[in-house]
C-alpha cells in the first residue's frame, strides 16, 4: 500500500518586485513529502529557503504554483480558511523558541490547542503527554526564562505537536544551539516524525543534521534539487 501524501508542492515560484526590476525568488519548485518522512532543505543564505518554507505554511503566496496539504489546494484560500489551516494542520518550529515569556511551559501548548479549538480536557491530558515524552513534565509549570535553550526548544517541538498537525516545519531549529544540544533537537523532530507518522520539512544550513533526514533537499538561486545524501 502506497504512503500517504501529506504535502505536494506543485510548479511554485515567487517574485518581488525591486524598484524597476523583478527578483524571482523561486523557480517552478516542484516536490512532495509522504506521512512519516522527515526532509531537510539546505543551501545558503538567501537562497530562498525560508521564502518556502513559509509559502508552505500559508504565511506567504506564491507568485504561481499551488500547494496542497492532505489534498487540500490552500494557494486560493481567503485569509480565514488560511488561519484555520496554520491553526490547525500546521505546527511550526522557528530559529529561536519564541515562548511566551509570562505564560508556562504547559500553558505554552495550551494556548495552541485553544486556538485550535480543542477540548480542555483532552488538552490538558495531551499537554502533559507531550511534554513527558519529551523529557519537560518537570518544568511543566515553569516559566521561559528558567529553562535552557535546549529545553526552550523541546517546548516548541511540544508546541509544534500539540495541535496534531499531520505537517511540521521547522525552520533553522538548531540555529541558537550548539552542536550537541542541536542534534538532540533535531533526533527528538525525527523520532516525533516518525512514531507520530507526521511529514516534515527542515530548513537548515547545517550539513552535520542530514543523516537524520530521509531526504535532503539543496537549494540554490531559487531552484531546487534532491541530493543523495
Known amino acids: 500500500m502506497p504512503a500517504e501524501t501529506i504535502l ?14 523583478t527578483i524571482e525568488v523561486l523557480k517552478d519548485i516542484t516536490f512532495s513529502i509522504q506521512k512519516g518522512e522527515f526532509v531537510a532543505i539546505l543551501g545558503p543564505s538567501g537562497s530562498g529557503k525560508s521564502t518556502l518554507l513559509s509559502i508552505i505554511g500559508a504565511l506567504l503566496t506564491p507568485s504561481q504554483g499551488h500547494v496542497n496539504i492532505e489534498n487540500d489546494t490552500i494557494t486560493n ?20 523558541a519564541n515562548l511566551i515569556p509570562y505564560l508556562t511551559v504547559q500553558d505554552q501548548l495550551l494556548l495552541i490547542q ?19 515524552n519529551l523529557g519537560l513534565s518537570h518544568h511543566r509549570n515553569s516559566y521561559p526564562r528558567s529553562l535552557s535553550g535546549g529545553e526552550k526548544q523541546r517546548v516548541a517541538i511540544a508546541r509544534a505537536l500539540m495541535n496534531d498537525a499531520n505537517l511540521i516545519l521547522a525552520d533553522e531549529p538548531t540555529a541558537s544551539l550548539d552542536s550537541e544540544k542541536g542534534r538532540n533537537v533535531v533526533e527528538m523532530i525525527a523520532c516525533e516524525v516518525r512514531n507520530r507518522q507526521k511529514a516534515a520539512i527542515m530548513v537548515t544550513h547545517d550539513h552535520r543534521m542530514i543523516d537524520l533526514c530521509d531526504r535532503v533537499f539543496y537549494m540554490q538561486d531559487g531552484t531546487l534539487v534532491e541530493n543523495s545524501k
Open 8 to 21: 505536494e508542492v506543485k510548479n511554485i515560484s515567487k517574485s518581488f518586485k525591486d524598484g524597476h526590476s
Open 77 to 96: 484560500y481567503n485569509s480565514k480558511q488560511l488561519t484555520k489551516v496554520r491553526a490547525q494542520r500546521i505546527g511550526f518550529i522557528f530559529q529561536s
Open 114 to 132: 485553544n486556538m485550535a479549538k480543542g477540548k480542555r480536557r483532552s488538552s490538558d491530558k495531551k499537554s502533559l503527554e507531550l511534554l513527558e
